[in-house]
């Protein structure tokens, strides 16, 4: 366990913005309406007839080294040895700050609970062995999920030998969530419209 | 290349209004604690009235930032659980304990100026002054330490945040200090109180030293926005934002001129011998600060980041 370091992949050459893993982690995680775990993005580029729309899987990056982590104020944010980062629903007393110090905007507020929630990595398949709901629904294969730190797993063997990218990488957070053929335009903070 | 965001999902601003209130109720707390101070350490004839309307408004304030910070929490019912965990990387963890201890000694202080003794409590005043000064120190690094954006992430916003509570707690002392009754005001030690409404006369040379904190405020914003105006595409669309978009009435309007220009005016022109216009000033300062307080949180979380 404590030699793991899960993280993903997504390819996306691979992807098509079906959004079937925006709906399974909703029905997976019992995600309520109006916020998400994970979304799809989706960026258009050009001008008619040269038109391309790219698309941008995003979820927690369970960084390496997570602002939320580092500036909870009671330790409800927290990172497993395996790298998941996590919120302990019982001790986080909703100040938010988390959600603010996220450079990724994947934490939000619970409307019933009032507390801070955001992706899992699905950890309570991923304890049993099973991927994530949104990695096991992708029809394209474009998402993939394993240990990091393990040379045979086929995550590790995409980052070494693609060119992978980062969100926000001068945050400085280093995320465990890699993108292959991300399209500059839809990665960056840029305005809608 | 054209390129433009056809689908995301929304997402909620995690601050809004109330931590623009807190931000600048805090400070208005640690600034009215180190006038105070000043006054018992560096032993200001004449402003005892002054230095006591001070320490009865340092608790008051700092209690009302404490019941704020609990109520904008999520789960208030346990806001005890901050100081059951120290995180040491995380400012509001230092912040819950600076602002515990400093309301703790500002009340003891407050009740040794009731009492009339507050001449024999200088370590007392000592150590509420160092903590004073570490609430607008830790309320900027809650900024700096936040979110990856431009307006937040500057080493300035500890040092803007200090300037601004010499601006409210200053302004709030000779606020509330003319509105006392002249009973009230003869107990704290005001000489001259001739008739009721006279109040606490604002001791010689505060409003100026408003007005010093006022442009020393207005010289760092500059410093900020210039250095920004210069910066990645997303420093430069904050900054239009705030200089032409839709913050552009509450920095121009509300903190520039009504909340620091007219008040500058007030404090170092003619209207400074003139209670009501030092009143009224004081009053527009405070909102002053609150109007940019409300820039730099909702300006800072006015963009997408990815």
Known sequence: MADKRFGMVIDLRRCHGCKACQVACKSENDVPLGVWRSWVKEVEQGTYPNVKRHFLPRLCNHCEHPACVRNCPTGASYKRPDGVVLVDRNKCIGCRYCIASCPYQSRFLLADEKVADKCTFCAHRVDQGIVPACVNTCIARARIFGDLNDPNSEVRQLVDSHPVQVLKPEAGQSPSVFYIGADDNAMRGSEAG | ?306
């Open chain 2, 1 to 306: 290349m054209n390129a433009s965001i056809v689908y995301d999902v929304f997402h909620v601003n995690p601050f809004g209004w109330v931590v623009a209130v807190y931000f600048t109720v805090s400070a208005m707390a640690a600034g009215a604690f180190l006038l105070a101070a000043a006054v018992n350490l560096l032993g200001l004839k004449g402003q005892q009235a002054v230095g006591r309307t001070a320490a009865l408004v340092a608790p008051l304030a700092g209690a009302l930032a404490g019941l704020l910070l609990i109520a904008e929490l999520g789960r208030p019912t346990r806001f005890w659980r901050v100081f059951t965990h120290f995180n040491p990387a995380s400012p509001v963890s230092w912040g819950a304990f600076i602002l515990l201890a400093f309301i703790i000694i500002a009340v003891l202080y407050a009740r040794t100026v009731l009492a009339g003794k507050e001449e024999g409590s200088r370590g007392l005043v000592a150590a509420g002054a160092a903590l004073a000064c570490l609430i607008p120190v830790y309320t900027g690094f809650e900024l700096v330490r936040g979110r990856v954006s431009p307006l937040w992430n500057s080493p300035l916003i500890p040092v803007l945040f200090f300037f601004a509570a010499g601006v409210v707690g200053l302004s709030a002392v000779v606020l509330i200090g003319s509105a006392l009754t002249a009973g009230v005001a003869r107990r704290l030690g005001a000489s001259g109180v001739a008739a009721a409404g006279d109040g606490v006369a604002p001791a010689a040379g505060l409003g100026k030293t408003i007005a010093f904190f006022l442009a020393g405020s207005l010289v760092l914003v500059v410093i900020q926005l210039l250095a920004l105006a210069g910066a990645s595409t997303e420093a430069v669309t904050i900054v239009r934002k705030v200089l032409a978009g839709r913050f552009a009435v509450l920095f121009w309007g509300g903190y520039l001129a009504v909340g620091t220009v007219v008040p500058f005016v007030i404090f170092t022109g003619r209207g400074a011998g003139n209670r009501t216009l030092q009143a009224l000033a004081s009053l527009l300062a405070v909102l002053g600060v609150f109007a940019l307080r409300l820039v730099d949180i909702i300006g800072g979380q006015s963009f997408p980041l990815n």
